[in-house]
């Protein structure tokens, strides 16, 4: 058994292990207590998720689909624009964050579409839109799809806002994309406008 002095020495030594996990789990605590709520998930990155839930195993990278879509749509030829529309979505779930993916999707959405589209896909496209477009507003790819979507409801203010996105994302270096969403905007009231651009 250990003598007075040992067993104060062993108390002591104890409550200086118990302080300094008392110090080491307050600092913890306060750390812990001052970080930054975790942001919530952006639009495209909810409509990634439910992609996700229903069933898209994307793979490869994003700008590995992202590429395939470009070229599926440059193709120009309304079998492609299904195959568009899926590697546009793959991009759109590996990088949420990309505005070339978001407005490819969408230029693909309106690619298969057709006349009438399904009405709660074209409110989640807008919504996904108008999101992106605040915060991206000269991406081309982003502009080009805007226009293509606008398009899709008939009516002189959608065609006026469409030419406008189509010109802007002409002028921002827009390809393909861009020059077919001016042309489309152009020709209900200039088809020979839309022939030239």
């Known amino acids: ?46 409509r990634a998720a439910a992609w996700r839930a229903a069933g898209l195993v994307p793979s490869g990278t994003a700008d590995e689909r992202l590429a395939a879509g470009r070229a599926a749509l440059r193709a120009d030829l309304p079998a492609r624009d299904a195959e568009a529309l899926r590697q546009y979505m793959e991009a759109l779930a590996l990088d949420p964050s990309s505005p070339a993916a978001l407005g490819g999707w969408l230029t693909a959405f309106a690619a298969t579409s057709g006349e009438l589209p399904d009405g709660d896909e074209l ?13 991206h507003p000269a991406s081309p790819e982003l502009l080009a799809g805007w226009a293509r979507l606008l398009l899709l409801a ?14 802007q994302a002409v002028a921002a270096g827009g390809g393909a994309d861009a ?16 022939a030239a651009a």
């Not at 409110?123 to 915060?135: D, G, K, N, Y």
């Not at 008939?154 to 010109?167: F, Q, T, V």
């Not at 020059?179 to 839309?194: F, I, N, W």
């Open 1 to 46: 058994m250990p003598s007075r002095a040992g067993r104060a020495l062993l108390a002591a030594g104890l409550a200086a292990v118990v302080a300094a996990l008392a110090a080491v789990g307050a600092v913890a605590w306060f750390r812990v207590e001052r970080l930054p709520a975790p942001r919530p998930p952006t639009p495209p990155e909810l």
């Open 123 to 135: 409110r989640e496209a807008h919504r996904l839109a108008s999101w992106a477009l605040p915060l």
């Open 154 to 167: 008939p009516g002189e203010r959608n065609a006026a806002e469409a030419l406008g996105a189509a010109r």
């Open 179 to 194: 020059l077919l969403a001016e042309s489309r905007a152009l020709l209900p009231s200039d088809p020979r406008g839309a």
